[in-house]
């Protein structure tokens, strides 16, 4: 393997092994706020709120449902939890409780709190999102009291408890609005408000029918690590259409959260590359987004990735303007290139063809002015680029509204691809959309991996074969290996970007096949010019 074969080599397998090492190494974007308010759209409690006359029969009686606010005259709004007959709470905000924590809890011998706990805790959630409602001065909670409030502005749902994952929101409730303090606290902290409330009811009702320490900390890395997972929280332009909230969160998919509008300075507090790339492609995503479709129903997202991928592509063509032509011309001189070595067939072998090659090698780019190492200037700079706007994109909020044919565009290919839940061969999740997209990207990253030597290629026939040359035939099939070891690493990635990434790289890849086609096309005929001698 020559010199050259090693570099480009070395470089692409860095570039693509680097990028799954650092593809989640841009900040979080997330505020304290925004990870409570995720928090809150997956773990909501188990109580369920209601008029008076709409509890369900079996819960009529003393004890399994009460009044929520007796001692203000308030005799209308009703609260009950349902149970499953195996323990389980039946309520539909408590589909995560379930599944991801009482039953992890149980699976690790931790003692679960009792019913009382989570109806207490329930209650000063409650207590606190109203009292926050009332201070927050909006017209929407004029007039708002614990004797006057009613299950309307309280539940996130039109319905008490909804079983369908296209329950109808009810965005302007207390919960909708103000649920996330659960897991806030004073002064922009995480769990200050959880941590004081569980200490009130273990005073209330002892620390038996209490949370044990155990359980609260499962507790809390399981939602931590709900929050964690979902990064996309850089919102930067408000939309008053839909009051900044974004997405499909929750067990069901059907939760919208608002995020904190975050500007530049939030931005360069994450990081250098946070504030200097980050920000500015998030920001861009989102101006054309919601300047095209305030609705986000996927549409306007999916237009302003293509805008933002042909502003990416051509700063960083303008920054490596100089090396991206080095490359072109590379793949130009070619045919001469081929002379060489056809001259001097044993170099692989014989040290002094090796050398006497490498100076006819190098003195034939200075001729045409170009500079062999300046060509990996385009794999270090388009790196950190690369890395940035997939953070960009992962964070980006105004993405994870809307969907196009079934697919949300935060989400990444993989986690769609390997969800056969509901009638995916319906397309009913996206699947076939993903199937698309990743087979797409895949082939336009190999057509515009594999042009420059097809092009090469059929110059090369034009060459009459002057004799045997191991050397050029070894390097030919060095070159073979490293883009089949480039498209693998292609292909491993494709599964874990975001659609959005990969809706991104594939007009990326268009681009580069056009910027090939014409970059040699004008070369060729160069080359052309100065063999007639003109």
């Avoid at 409780?97 to 009482?102: E, G, H, R």
């Avoid at 207490?120 to 006057?148: C, H, N, P, R, Y």
């Avoid at 590379?330 to 070595?341: C, E, V």
């Avoid at 509204?401 to 996206?430: A, K, R, T």
């Amino acid at each position: 393997m020559n010199k050259s074969a090693k570099i480009k080599l070395l470089a692409a397998l860095a570039f693509f092994g680097g990028a799954l090492v650092l593809s989640s190494c841009t900040a979080s974007f997330c505020s304290n706020r925004d990870a409570a308010s995720i928090a809150y759209a997956y773990e909501q409690g188990v109580t369920v709120y209601c008029d008076k006359d709409e509890v369900p029969e079996e819960y009529r009686e003393e004890g399994l449902s009460w009044p929520v606010y007796p001692e203000e005259g308030n005799d209308n709004l009703y609260a009950y939890i349902p149970v499953n007959a195996d323990g389980t709470y039946a309520a539909t905000s408590a589909t995560y409780l379930n599944t991801n924590i009482i039953a992890g809890a149980t699976s690790n011998s931790y003692a679960i709190p009792t019913y009382n706990f989570w109806k207490e805790l329930d209650q000063k959630v409650l207590d606190k999102a109203i009292e926050t409602a009332q201070a927050a001065g909006s017209e929407l909670f004029a007039g708002l009291s614990k004797a006057t409030v009613t299950a309307e502005q309280i539940n996130p749902y039109v319905d008490p408890n909804p079983t369908a994952a296209d329950a109808e929101q009810n965005p302007d409730s207390i919960l909708r609005l103000f649920g996330y303090l659960k897991f806030y606290g004073d002064e922009d902290t995480r769990w200050g408000y959880f941590d004081t409330w569980v200490d009130e009811i273990d005073k209330e009702l002892g620390i038996a029918a209490s949370a044990s320490d155990d359980f609260l900390s499962f507790y809390k890395t399981q939602i931590d690590t709900t929050v964690n997972a979902n990064r996309s929280c850089i919102a930067t332009v408000p939309n008053s259409t839909i009051n900044d909230a974004y997405g499909h969160y929750g067990p069901n998919g059907n939760w919208e959260v608002s995020m904190t509008i975050k500007d530049w300075g939030y931005a360069w507090g994450k990081g250098p590359f946070e504030g200097l790339i980050v920000y500015p492609v998030a920001w861009l995503v989102d101006t054309f987004a919601v300047g095209i479709e305030p609705a986000l129903t996927g549409v306007g997202q999916i237009v302003s990735i293509v805008l933002v991928t042909f502003i990416v592509r051509a700063v960083v063509q303008l920054v490596t303007l100089k090396s991206t032509l080095d490359q072109q011309r590379t793949q130009a001189l070619q045919p001469q290139i081929a002379k060489l070595q056809a001259k001097y067939p044993n170099s692989n072998t014989n040290k002094a063809e090796q050398q006497r090659l490498s100076q006819e090698q190098m003195m034939l780019y200075k001729r045409n002015h170009i500079n062999p190492l300046s060509m990996l200037l385009v794999l270090v700079f388009q790196f950190p680029i690369f890395i940035c706007v997939w953070g960009a994109l992962q964070g980006s909020a105004v993405l994870t509204s809307g969907e196009v044919l079934g697919v949300q565009l935060s989400s990444p290919i993989s986690s769609i691809l390997f969800d056969f839940s509901g009638e995916w061969y319906l397309n009913s999740n996206g699947w076939w959309t993903a199937l698309v997209l990743f087979l797409v990207m895949a082939g336009l990253q190999f057509l515009a991996m594999m042009l420059p030597q097809w092009i090469t290629k059929r110059r090369n026939r034009k060459l009459q074969k002057l004799s045997a040359n191991p050397a050029a035939d070894k390097n030919a099939k060095t070159m073979k290996w490293v883009n089949i070891i480039m498209l693998v690493v292609t292909i491993v990635m494709g599964f874990s970007l975001p659609a959005a990434m990969g809706v991104y790289w594939a007009i990326g890849a268009l681009i580069s096949m056009l910027q090939t086609a014409i970059t040699q096309y004008f070369m060729g005929k160069k080359m052309a010019k100065q063999k007639k001698g003109i």
